[in-house]
């Protein structure tokens, strides 16, 4: 429970997206620490470590490192946060366990309308749909209640999973980039979804999603002025 002094200075607390089992929540430090201990424990081996650099960039010897690191993502990304800039790293909760997170950020949003989506998921739950179906929640926050009128992506080029996911959810093909990764140059495929085209393949369940604190939020992040 988030204390009211401290809910009313950072809204963004309140903020939840569920359906059935799966729910997409702004963490609390409590939560973030939980995430650091699913990222230390339970990461692809370490050939497939280039598909999520920034989660094994905080990978440390120890839990408790790997925890710290993990925390001073999340610290950063509040500090980074406020009208027209934001990043909403949401934990993303299986029947309440901590298995991943799914984040939504936007840069310029009041002008360009565009967010950008990153996400990871725990080795163990994976191959059971989790993955589309907390991208697709991603989604119905960022076009039927932030207002986006189109949201990025992108996987670095043999990642199938993340490919399969985001074709699944409509997202089309928008160039290749290079990226330098830890040094070794990578192919990253870019995406891009505009709202008109996920008004013909949003799926009929997202009707069921369970939307909380969104009004603070969008005061919070200016959404309505």
């Known amino acids: 429970m988030i204390p009211g002094a401290l809910l009313a200075a950072w809204p963004l607390f309140g903020l939840a997206v569920r359906h059935g089992d799966l729910e997409l929540r702004y963490p609390s430090d409590d939560l973030v620490a939980a995430l650091g201990r699913v990222v230390h424990d339970r990461l692809l081996p370490p050939e497939h470590r280039y598909f999520m650099p920034n989660l094994m960039r905080a990978v440390a010897d120890d839990e408790a490192a790997t925890v710290r690191n993990v925390l001073a993502y999340h610290w950063g990304a ?28 936007a840069v310029e949003f009041r002008v360009l309308g565009d967010v950008r989506t990153g996400s990871f998921l725990a080795p163990a739950v994976r191959g059971r749909g989790v993955g589309t179906r907390m991208r697709a929640l991603a989604l119905e926050l960022a076009f039927a209640h932030l207002g986006a009128r189109s949201v990025s992506s992108g996987y670095a080029v043999g990642n199938r999973a993340s490919a399969g996911v985001s074709a699944k959810l409509g997202y089309r093909p928008d160039g290749i980039v290079l990226e330098a990764i830890d040094g070794v140059r990578h192919e990253v495929q870019r995406l891009r979804l505009a709202r008109e085209r996920w008004s013909t393949v949003r799926p009929r ?3 069921d999603v369970e939307v909380t604190g969104l009004g603070p939020v969008r005061r919070f992040l200016a959404l309505d002025s």
């Open 78 to 105: 509040r500090r980074d946060t406020g009208a027209g800039d934001w990043r909403l790293p949401l934990a993303v909760l299986l029947d309440g366990e901590v298995v991943g997170e799914q984040e939504v950020r």
């Open 205 to 207: 369940w997202l009707d």
